[in-house]
């Protein structure tokens, strides 16, 4: 069902069982998949592709130019997965190198006022809480949680089920299985662990290591050559080392939660290990 005051581009495709609701406008080269909501005030723009199954809430605007000096209206692209939820007035922007493109995986909520720069690349099942801002180019893999209020420096790489904290400013990458707060590594995301599905023992070992390469004041080289020694070599262990070997803008230092609870008054985060 289309509004009759929405306005939809005669080149917009728009998937059966979709509803477009009141002043929204839905640009030419829109293609909307089966049984998406699209709310009032929504602008769907430039060339963007949204799976099925998406609910995009009031004054989101999708597809948007890019906030780069450099864009000069070169075609570029965004593409949202199945079964997202975009809530009220977030923005995401299209690509800005030509031919390039802004992704977002499958079953990403984007809490209201959320802003996603150009370029970015959001994996399935990522929550970002309300106003977070998150610059060009950065990369957040699966099930990664950030808190609302985060501002996120271009071309930072967030892990699958990190978890970030609110109001943190992120200008170095986040290790998978990591707890940001106070500006540190913590510690491991227990919680996130747990709705893995991963075994107790393959838990165990990722903590193992986080704790190992953040929490035991050893310099980069000494903490991987124990990791690789003292860790058992399962996917998920191999998968932090290998994010901590490659990073490009180097990695949020580390430390104990209990130095910072203090003089900050925040509630305590556990880093223990499990029964």
């Known amino acids: 069902m289309i509004h009759p005051t929405a306005i939809v581009g005669e080149g917009a495709v728009i998937g059966p069982g979709t509803e477009v609701g009141p002043y929204a406008v839905v640009d030419s080269d829109v293609v909307l998949g089966a049984n ?38 070169e ?58 801002q998150v610059a060009g180019h950065v990369q957040i893999s699966p099930r990664a949680f950030i808190s609302g209020g985060v501002l996120i420096h271009q071309f930072v790489r967030i892990g699958a089920v990190a978890m970030v904290s609110g109001g943190e400013k992120v200008v170095q990458d986040v290790p998978p299985y990591c707890t940001m707060q106070f500006n540190r590594i913590v510690g491991p995301n227990t919680i996130g662990l747990r709705r893995t599905g991963l075994t107790p023992e393959s838990r165990r070992a990722v903590r193992m290591a986080i704790k190992v390469y953040f929490l035991k004041g050893l310099n980069r ?48 985060v556990e880093i223990e290990d499990e029964e």
Do not use: W
């Open 36 to 73: 998406c909501l699209v709310g009032p005030h929504v602008h769907l723009t430039g060339h963007t592709t949204i799976g099925a199954g998406t609910r995009i809430h009031t004054g989101a605007v999708i597809g948007g130019e890019p906030q780069d000096l450099h864009y000069d209206g």
């Open 221 to 268: 080289a000494n903490a991987l050559a124990e990791i690789r020694a003292g860790c058992p070599a399962i996917p998920e262990v191999d998968a932090l080392v290998a994010f901590l070997e490659t990073t490009e803008r180097g990695i949020v230092a580390g430390g104990r939660a209990s130095r910072y609870r203090k003089r900050i008054g925040e509630v305590k």
């Open 75 to 132: 075609v570029t692209y965004t593409t949202v997965g199945e079964n997202c939820v975009f809530r009220e007035y977030v923005t995401v922007n299209r690509g800005t190198d030509p031919g390039s493109t802004t992704a977002i995986g499958d079953n990403v909520m984007l809490m209201a006022y959320t802003h996603v720069a150009h370029n970015c690349r959001l994996s399935s099942n990522v929550i970002i809480a309300n106003s977070t």
